[in-house]
């Protein structure tokens, strides 16, 4: 059922929901959904996502009158990292994911702004994200499910969650490839390949390990400090969590391995040919003397004079040969 009340549209507006609890139904407002239309009293919390592209969003914000400043500079900073701030009931903060492309989804990380105030949830992002997407789609599916705001701050992070599983068991094919190449017979060098699977792994687990911290300390605060409902959603939120930050330091730990195994192979392979090369410099070596010898403009030179000199002096190269392989032998090189 859309409403129509007049008034300015929401700068910035990516969509915005009024959802009733009781009712366990969510209503969707359209595109030029006004600033009445979110205020409008019901029964029920109003979900609000908007994009930081428009530079008319923090003045909006500020014009909401129930929105305090500090919350306000949250919701529009773009600053990256994450951060969850508990004050007089309210929750907000910034958290990561990731973002999507107009045809695909990346592993790029993004930054999703959020605000619990009374009965409103605000968030803001500059790009198109991937779990916030999921969110809404999760909220047109099943309504029933969300029946306060922190419910759709949940939803979030669920959503956040899922996205890492997936992400981790693509890594985790990414390195079974590598690895079936490096166990290999054939040597390959595979860190060009192995490093930007690192390179995320290592950034999914330091935001991952970030926002677990900051869900802990959360949780600790007062109870006067947390809005209704946050104590028992941040004990599902961490136990999801934790269980997905095992998985990523398994994955870390791997990879890992898997780069001092190439290292290891690369070593092996680099000393084996320089053991070949002071093979060849130490069988080398004595001809090397025998012909310097013979190549020295001095008078009274053997073979200088007479007949199958050429032919006695390369016997001396071939003899030195063998003596140098003897040595070699004798003293357990070859």
């Known amino acids: 059922m859309t409403i129509n009340l007049s008034g300015p549209t929401i700068p910035g507006i990516v969509w915005a929901y009024r959802c009733h609890g009781e009712e366990r139904s969510c209503t969707r407002l359209p595109p030029d959904a006004t600033h ?37 500079a949250a919701l529009t900073t773009h600053e990256t990292h994450a951060s969850i701030t508990l004050d007089e009931q309210k929750i907000y903060g910034t958290l990561v994911d990731f973002q999507r492309e107009f045809d695909s989804e990346t592993r790029d990380i993004g930054w999703l702004h959020y605000a ?71 040597a390959r060098d595979e860190r060009r390949r192995l490093a930007p699977v690192r390179r995320t792994i290592v950034r999914l687990h330091r935001h991952l390990r970030t926002i677990l911290t900051l869900m802990r300390r959360a949780s600790a605060s007062d109870d006067d400090e947390m809005p209704p409902g946050f104590d028992d959603t941040a004990s599902r939120l961490m136990a999801r969590l934790e269980s997905v930050d095992y998985d990523v330091y398994a994955l870390q730990e791997r990879a890992r391995l898997l780069h001092e195994e190439i290292d290891s192979k690369l070593s092996s392979e680099t000393n084996r040919h320089l053991y070949i090369l002071s093979l060849m ?46 040595i070699l032998r004798r003293a357990r090189i070859l």
């Open 281 to 326: 410099t130490a069988f080398l070596l004595p001809p090397s003397l025998v012909t310097g010898f013979f190549g020295m403009n001095t008078s009274d030179l053997p073979f200088a004079h007479g007949v199958g000199g050429t032919t006695l002096a390369f016997g001396f190269i071939v003899l030195s040969v063998l003596c140098a392989w003897w």
């Open 116 to 186: 619990v105030v009374d009965r409103m949830i605000i968030t803001t992002r500059l790009q198109p994200l991937r779990s916030i997407d999921r969110v809404r789609a999760s909220l047109e599916k099943n309504p029933g499910r969300c029946r306060q705001p922190i419910d759709i701050f949940e939803l979030i992070v669920i959503e956040f969650q899922r996205t890492l599983i997936s992400l981790v068991m693509e890594l985790t094919e990414e390195l079974n490839q590598i690895e079936d190449i490096v166990y290999d017979v054939d």
């Open 36 to 72: 009445d239309q979110i205020m409008l009293p019901f029964d029920g919390f109003v979900w609000l996502h908007l994009s930081l592209a428009d530079q008319r969003v923090p003045a909006f914000l500020e014009s909401l009158g129930t929105v305090p400043a500090d919350v306000v």
